[in-house]
């Protein structure tokens, strides 16, 4: 498993929660890293990523302002801090890394973990 994603749960409405994603140094000191959810019958979109040298962040429209993608270097672990939760944030999230390196190409799912967001 390339990828160890966990810090699911089920808050309320207002509520934070944080998600981790480990994964190998050599992933993780090339890769894009980034989280998608996806809620029942939706597609999978994209939440917040990271690059890998700069740590130059990008967020979805819905989630600026609430949502803060880091990385712990010395973890090899991204995280992604939910803060003021909304039950439409309802998903199951996936950390993925991402890597266009001529050679050395690859695009890394991990497990989902569920988030349950309660009005």
């Known amino acids: 498993v390339q990828l160890q994603a966990s810090g699911g749960g089920a808050v309320q409405a207002g509520g934070s929660l944080r998600l981790s994603c480990a994964t190998f140094?050599?992933?993780?000191?090339?890769?894009?890293m980034g989280w998608y959810r996806q809620a029942p019958g939706k597609q999978r979109d994209r939440v917040a990523s990271i690059s890998s040298r700069a740590g130059i962040t990008n967020y979805a429209e819905s989630v600026k302002g609430r949502f803060t993608i880091s990385r712990d270097n010395a973890k090899n672990t991204v995280y992604l801090q939910m803060n003021n939760l909304m039950p439409e944030d309802t998903a199951v999230y996936y950390c993925?890394?991402?890597?266009?390196?001529?050679?050395?190409?690859?695009?890394?799912w991990g497990q989902g973990t569920l988030v349950t967001v309660s009005s």
């Open positions: 140094p050599d992933i993780f000191n090339v890769a894009i």
């Open positions: 993925n890394a991402d890597s266009v390196v001529p050679g050395n190409a690859y695009n890394y």
